[in-house]
């Protein structure tokens, strides 16, 4: 069965902190895709990122960087040097397109930046 | 582009009402799709459509929930009678086909869905 698991419920962390959001994930599939999206207080779905099963190199984005690794099922995010504006909720998420293509969302990390 | 319209933005009802939520998808997206997001969770697939027929219902809960999407274009989700645990942020997705290189998923803001 495909599943998403993102253990940290929530986390609270002061500006300018470094901070990691996990993710494990299940599924029988050899090809898949892994997103994270952020979902601000105003409650839509901000696509960050995407990686294919296929790709295992780690990837950074500004503050934000990705690290895959099918040895343990796991793609973290970690956002260095944190801002207030980084508070919202993450969501990590599973697709298999053999299948029908739909996103399996873990439950989300509440993540809160403090001045 | 215009982005995944949905309406209305929030609702509050009674149990045992009915309610329905509208979405319109981008222009040319075959594929569309129902989100349920109960409060501290990820959002749940309710039923994805492709074109005007549905691919996937089967957390679909068919004694209260219905779905059409008739014209392959805009769909609605209905509920009826409405329960106390239905309280939830409804999304709307869409994508130009079954997103099999794991690109163009697009969410509206959703209708936040509140039974009293």
């Known amino acids: 069965a495909q599943k998403v698991t993102q253990a940290q419920t929530e986390i609270s962390v002061v500006e300018k902190e470094d901070v990691t959001l996990d993710c494990v994930y299940e599924t029988r599939d050899t090809t898949y895709y892994l997103f994270w999206y952020k979902q601000p207080p105003s409650g839509e779905l901000v696509f960050l990122i995407r990686r294919n099963s296929f790709d295992e190199q780690n990837e950074i984005s500004g503050r934000y960087s990705w690290n895959f690794q099918k040895s343990t099922s796991s793609f973290n995010f970690t956002i260095t040097a944190s801002q207030v504006v980084d508070s919202a909720v993450y969501f990590c998420?599973?697709?298999?397109?053999?299948?029908?293509?739909?996103?399996?969302f873990g439950q989300g990390t509440e993540l809160s930046v403090k001045p | 582009e215009a982005g995944v319209a949905q309406s209305p933005r929030y609702k509050i009802i009674e149990k045992r009402q009915s309610v329905a939520f509208w979405c319109n998808p981008i222009?040319?997206?075959?594929?569309l799709y129902w989100y349920q997001q109960i409060l501290g969770q990820g959002p749940k697939l309710l039923i994805q459509f492709q074109n005007n027929g549905v691919v996937d219902d089967s957390q679909l809960p068919k004694d209260r929930f219905s779905a059409e999407r008739l014209k392959g274009v805009d769909s609605t989700l209905k509920i009826q009678p409405a329960k106390l645990e239905d309280s939830a942020v409804y999304l709307c997705a869409s994508s130009l086909d079954t997103p099999r290189d794991g690109y163009g998923y697009t969410f509206g803001s959703g209708t936040r869905l509140t039974v009293v």
């Open positions: 222009s040319g997206h075959a594929t």
């Open positions: 998420a599973l697709s298999e397109p053999r299948r029908t293509g739909k996103l399996i």
